[in-house]
Every structure is written in structure tokens, then in C-alpha cells.
């Protein structure tokens, strides 16, 4: 079945670093991989968009990268702040001609520390 | 910018009882998907609609209904509520709906059932 993995369920990064968040995913061919941000009580946000033809996107402090060998991305925030403290969603959508859901990840809850 | 807004922010219910929850997409979005999500747990995606036509169903129990109505308001009706229904139910609207939009997600309807 399909599996979509988020390499920890927590993550504490002193201010300043960067903080690498892993997606791990098994029996899925995903077109596009998509990132999330949820802080308590809220919807998801949404912060980049990578598609299974681009190794890389950047956005200001935000980097993605996604491996479609090793069935990877992997999400990095650079100069990290208190304020990224979140939790972080992958989410994969295959490739359609209609609607696609999307399929979470589990989620990495990011604590900054000042 | 308008953002998706769903009603009731907050909603509590007994078991058996019924419950409707609320979705306006944002303005030209034709797309609307429904998801839940547990505590601790990331959103595990119900059904969705694409131009007032259901286009996609997940994990949705036979006691809930959905519908997209003309204004692409969409209401989603639970029925024979269940302790377990008790989660956070999120809207997302999109331009499109296919993999490569990213969904833009409302702050959802916390369901309590007692």
C-alpha cells in the first residue's frame, strides 16, 4: 500500500541553523510533491511546489528537493527562526486528468530554539 | 486576499445527531476537497468536487454526503454521528484541481461528538 513517511514525528534546530525535514515515500509515482505548514488549530499552508521533473525550487529561505530514485524530497529552512516553529506536511498528488487529492505525510513538528 | 472560510468554526454534537459543515471556496476556485483529521494525525482526504460534480472519494463513511452547489459553495452532511467522527474537518479550494495547484485550506470546523 501506499506510504508516505516523514523522517520524525519532532525536530529541535537551535536558531540560526538549518533544519532539514526528510518525505520518504513506497509504492507511489507521485507528478508533483507539495509542502505544507500547520500550526496548532489551523489549516495547512501551502509553501512549495516541486515537480517529479525538477530537482530542485527555492523559495527566499526555503529549499526542496525531490529524489524520484530514492523516492525522496527533502525540505530545508535556512537561517532558521522561532518562528518557523511549526509542523510540516509533505503531501504527493499523482498524475491526473482530473482532481487530485492529496496524500499526506505524517508530519515533522519543528521547534526552533531561541 | 480572501481565503477559504468554512462555518461553524466549532461544532458539538451527541451521538446520532446530525451535523452539516460549510465550505466557500475562494473567489474563481473550482475545486473544493474535504479532509479530516484526527488528533496527532495528518489530514486524511474524504471526497471532493470539481465544477459542482463529485470527482474524487476517499475514506468517507456511507453517513456522510457532500455536494458542490452553483455559487461552488460546497456543504458536507454527516449523519449518525459516531464518538470516532470527533476531529478536525478542513476545506481546501483550488484553480483546477490537479496536482500541480496547490490547495489553499480553511482553519476548518473542530466536530465534538458526546
Known amino acids: 500500500s501506499q506510504k508516505i513517511e516523514q523522517n520524525s514525528e519532532a525536530l529541535n534546530i537551535q536558531e540560526g541553523k538549518t533544519a532539514t525535514l526528510t518525505c520518504n515515500y513506497t509504492?507511489?509515482?507521485?507528478?508533483?510533491l507539495q509542502w505544507y505548514r500547520q500550526d496548532p488549530g489551523r489549516g495547512p499552508v501551502f509553501l512549495l511546489l516541486i515537480r517529479e521533473n525538477e530537482k530542485e525550487k527555492r523559495k527566499e529561505r526555503l529549499k526542496v528537493t525531490f529524489d524520484t530514485t530514492l523516492k525522496q524530497s527533502l525540505f530545508h529552512i535556512t537561517a532558521s527562526q522561532p518562528a518557523d516553529s511549526a509542523t510540516y506536511l509533505c503531501a504527493l498528488a499523482s498524475r491526473g486528468f482530473g482532481n487530485e487529492k492529496l496524500t499526506f505525510g505524517t508530519g515533522t513538528r519543528l521547534t526552533i530554539i531561541p | 486576499a480572501a481565503g477559504v472560510i468554512q462555518s461553524p468554526r466549532h461544532l458539538i454534537k451527541e451521538k446520532r445527531e446530525t451535523a452539516t459543515l460549510k465550505c466557500y471556496p475562494i473567489?474563481?476556485?473550482?475545486?473544493v476537497y474535504w479532509y479530516q483529521q484526527g488528533p496527532g494525525q495528518d489530514p486524511q482526504f474524504l471526497i471532493s468536487?470539481?465544477?459542482?460534480?463529485?470527482?474524487d472519494k476517499g475514506s468517507i463513511p456511507d453517513r456522510f454526503s457532500a455536494q458542490q452547489f452553483s455559487d461552488y459553495h460546497s456543504e458536507l452532511n454527516m449523519s449518525s454521528l459516531e464518538l470516532g467522527d470527533s476531529a478536525l474537518y478542513f476545506c481546501?479550494?483550488?484553480?483546477?484541481?490537479?496536482?500541480?495547484?496547490?490547495?489553499?485550506f480553511g482553519d476548518g470546523t473542530r466536530l465534538s461528538i458526546l
Open positions: 468536487f470539481y465544477e459542482k460534480m463529485q470527482s
Open positions: 481546501a479550494s483550488s484553480q483546477g484541481g490537479v496536482g500541480n495547484q496547490p490547495q489553499h
Open positions: 473567489p474563481r476556485h473550482d475545486t
Open positions: 509504492n507511489y509515482s507521485p507528478a508533483y
